[in-house]
């Protein structure tokens, strides 16, 4: 069974930092593509970003490119992103996916 894990959310000033881990089980991730996804109040859930674990090529939405890095450690199998310069605007759940298995999500909330 695949399992994805998220962890690292949580409450940030606006300009600040965070990372988001992605902890992946029941799969190679070497084999997969793995994304970021957010869904912030009252929105649809959009894409942020995007690996190919195999090759290391990325993805980023607009609104994330030069702030947001995605970056994986297969050995551990777990993607991170790392989030710079954050915005009120990326407060959100992010959640990560692999397929069609989605994580449970991870809580970002930006205050300005």
């Known amino acids: 069974e695949v399992q994805l894990v998220e962890s690292g959310g949580g409450l940030v000033q606006a300009g600040g930092s965070l990372r988001l881990s992605c902890a992946a089980s029941?799969?190679?991730?070497?084999?997969?593509?793995i994304g970021w996804f957010r869904q912030a109040p009252g929105k649809e859930r959009e894409g942020v970003s995007c690996?190919?674990?195999?090759?290391?090529?990325?993805t980023y939405a607009d609104s994330v490119k030069g702030r947001f890095i995605i970056s994986s450690d297969n050995a551990k199998s777990t993607v991170y992103l790392q989030m710079n310069s954050l915005k009120p605007d990326d407060t959100a759940v992010y959640y990560c996916?692999?397929?069609?298995?989605w994580g449970q999500g991870t809580q970002v909330t930006v205050s300005s």
């Open positions: 029941g799969l190679n991730i070497d084999d997969y593509a």
């Open positions: 996916i692999v397929g069609t298995t």
């Open positions: 690996i190919s674990s195999s090759d290391g090529t990325t």
